[in-house]
């Protein structure tokens, strides 16, 4: 029987360690501020970072929700970014993306102050986090949900050391950071992406596999190690009947939420490929939870290195 590590589980006791923190630092009349930005009226978007805000308010995090027009200029936005640089409440600033095509995305997230850039994206940052520097004043903010994965993997028990660590994807946000927080922890680390040759042959000799891909079920049961470990990152959202038996036919529990909802979502791993892995994350239910929990943490970070504490 595989082992389930269960990500709401470990996102609340983060939460609750957040929590606590938040309130030592209210004795010291700090309170931790983030600001969301959220441009135009994407529904997905919307409930991340409305989820995001309500989460700063059950741990006692100041937060406030800005919401720019569809037709906010780069230059409109360069400046709320430079307001929310300069503001002293403001600890954390998080721009949700995507953002509309006409916005210079890159040009944005690079003007936000690597000091309150708790998305982790801005180059400052990666350079740090590529350095090793991890803790200790000036240290990286990592991109919340890499550093979900290593939270995961830590608190279940898991050896990293000396293993043989196979990330698949490497975009900047997810695949690259979460390879070399893994290599920091001494894992031996290969990097995959769709230009890899012979991906299955790769992929079976992982003691723990991270699959960050945006394909659903892409993961399939021979392409996994008996007994590693599998990280599954993937959000994919799937409305087709006949996609969804593909993936769960005979889960009589998700044909009945599929049948209400009309969606359900799986990850870049083949449901059937958790059978074969030693350990696994579900979808939902895994990493997805320490996204948020990993933004809260990081935004606690970034008000006690911004004070020297
Ligand atoms: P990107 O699209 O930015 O990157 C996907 C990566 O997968 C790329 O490096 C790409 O390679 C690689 N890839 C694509 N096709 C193949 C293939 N056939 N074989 C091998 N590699 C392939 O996605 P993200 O990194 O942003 O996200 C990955 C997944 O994680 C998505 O499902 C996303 O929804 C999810 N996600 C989940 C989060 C959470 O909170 N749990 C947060 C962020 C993302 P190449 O570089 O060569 O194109």
């Known amino acids: 029987m595989s082992r389930v590590l269960d990500g709401v589980a470990i996102a609340a006791e983060i ?44 741990l006692g995090l100041y937060s406030e929700m800005i919401t720019p027009p569809e037709t906010v200029t780069t230059e409109e936005m360069l400046t709320l970014v430079a307001d929310l640089n300069a503001r002293e409440d403001i600890d954390g600033i998080l721009i949700q993306l995507p953002l509309p095509g006409h916005v210079d995305t890159k040009r944005l997230l690079d003007a936000v102050s690597p000091e309150k850039d708790v ?11 590529q350095a090793g520097r991890l803790s200790g004043k000036s240290s990286a903010l990592v991109p919340c949900t890499p550093a979900g994965v290593i939270e995961i993997l830590k608190r279940s028990g898991i050896a990293i050391a000396g293993q043989h660590a196979v990330v698949v994807g490497r975009s900047d946000i997810v695949g690259k950071p979460a390879a ?30 991270v699959a960050a891909i945006g394909r659903a079920g892409f993961i399939t049961p021979e392409m996994v190690k008996p007994g590693a470990t599998v990280i599954d990152v993937g959000i994919n959202r799937i409305t087709d009947r006949a996609e969804f038996e593909k993936f769960f036919a005979g889960d009589e529990k998700r044909a009945e939420s599929f049948s209400k909802r009309g969606s359900t979502l799986v990850g870049d791993v083949h449901p059937q490929a958790f059978a074969v892995a030693g350990a696994y994350t579900p979808v939902p239910g895994g ?4 996204t948020i929990a990993m933004l809260m943490a990081n935004t606690v970070r970034a008000a006690r290195m911004r004070r020297g504490l």
């Open 119 to 129: 998305d982790g994206f801005h180059p400052v940052n990666a350079g740090r986090l």
């Open 15 to 58: 939460k609750a360690e957040v929590a606590a923190e938040v309130s030592q630092l209210a004795a010291q009349g700090i309170r931790p501020g983030l600001a969301a930005v959220l441009v135009g009226n994407v529904a997905a978007s919307e409930i991340y970072v409305r989820s995001k805000v309500k989460t700063c308010a059950d």
């Open 287 to 290: 990493v997805g939870p320490l």
């Open 180 to 209: 070399m927080l893994l290599l920091h922890q001494n894992a031996t680390v290969t990097i995959c992406h769709s230009k890899t040759q012979d991906l299955p042959s790769i992929t079976r000799q992982a003691d723990i596999l």
